[in-house]
């Protein structure tokens, strides 16, 4: 009877822990799930985090149009249109350019008082901290439309040169239109080169001037900026005279503005 009593005691005891033991081993495989469903959750956010951040794109509201390529923000910043250039409005030393006030009122009509969409280049700001980005109104891109509708030059800056061949295309059919500017402004209305009025030179001073072998007709350089930026000087421009061409660094002569435009180059700003 005794034996019976101990053996019963035991088989009780052991159904006990192998029970405990069973639950305890349950338990902890649930628990070591339970941090991996976190860990995954997390890895989820950060990465979306990322993704956000790599596409330089935000939205926000203009609250004042300050010329025809540069706006204030709501929050105070001040932004400058990447890859156009509009007549000068305000400067210290020029009286306003030609069709200045006309490209302020289109970048108003544009994006005065509207939401726009901001897309960055590889620079974040400029030399006097304005922010530099490509601005777009719903599908509009208020870069293109400025130059396309004449507003505006072309006028690309490296590293910033997503949209330049763009940009190009589309001054060249403005240009090929006579829209805005190209249309309305004296110094712009004839593609090809007038450097018998420009100032400073004397009849006969072109045909005298040693430009090299077979370029006694084709005067325009075009000249390739430190900085990369392809830019073209017609006689009379500020420094067409001390401006040389190194045709091994892929600077050339051009016979008309037509040919130096269509070959990617800009011309300079201090041409009359």
């Known amino acids: 009877m005794l034996k019976s009593k101990i053996f019963w005691a035991f088989s009780i005891v052991a159904i006990f822990l192998l029970g405990f033991g069973t639950s305890q081993l349950i338990n902890l495989f649930l628990s070591s799930k339970i941090p991996s469903q976190k860990s995954v959750e997390i890895t989820k956010e950060a990465t979306s985090t990322a993704v956000l951040g790599e596409t330089k794109e935000e939205r926000v509201l203009v609250s004042r149009v300050i010329d025809g390529d540069t706006v204030e923000l709501e929050d105070g910043r001040k932004l400058r249109y990447i890859g156009i250039d509009t007549p000068e409005l305000v400067h210290p030393d020029k009286a306003t350019e030609c069709f200045a006030k006309e490209a302020m009122e289109e970048n108003k009509r544009l994006v ?161």
């Open 112 to 272: 005065d008082g509207k939401t726009v969409r901001l897309e960055s280049d590889v620079s974040e700001t400029d030399r006097y901290g304005r922010l530099l980005r490509y601005v777009s109104v719903e599908n509009t891109m208020v870069n293109d439309t400025l130059v396309r509708q004449g507003f505006a030059h072309a006028s690309t800056y490296p590293p910033d040169v997503k949209y330049s061949q763009q940009f190009l295309e589309a001054e060249k059919e403005a240009r090929e239109n006579s829209r805005g500017l190209w249309g309305g402004c004296p110094s712009n209305t004839t593609p090809e080169v007038r450097f018998l009025q420009a100032p400073g030179l004397q009849p006969g001073a072109l045909e005298e001037r040693d430009f090299g072998a077979g370029q006694s007709s084709c005067v325009i350089k075009g000249n390739i900026s430190s900085s990369g930026e392809k830019i073209y000087h017609v006689p009379g421009c500020g420094s067409y005279e001390k401006t040389s061409i190194d045709e091994s660094k892929g600077e050339q002569w051009f016979c008309t503005e037509d040919d130096a435009f269509t070959a990617g180059w800009r011309k300079a700003k201090n041409c009359p």
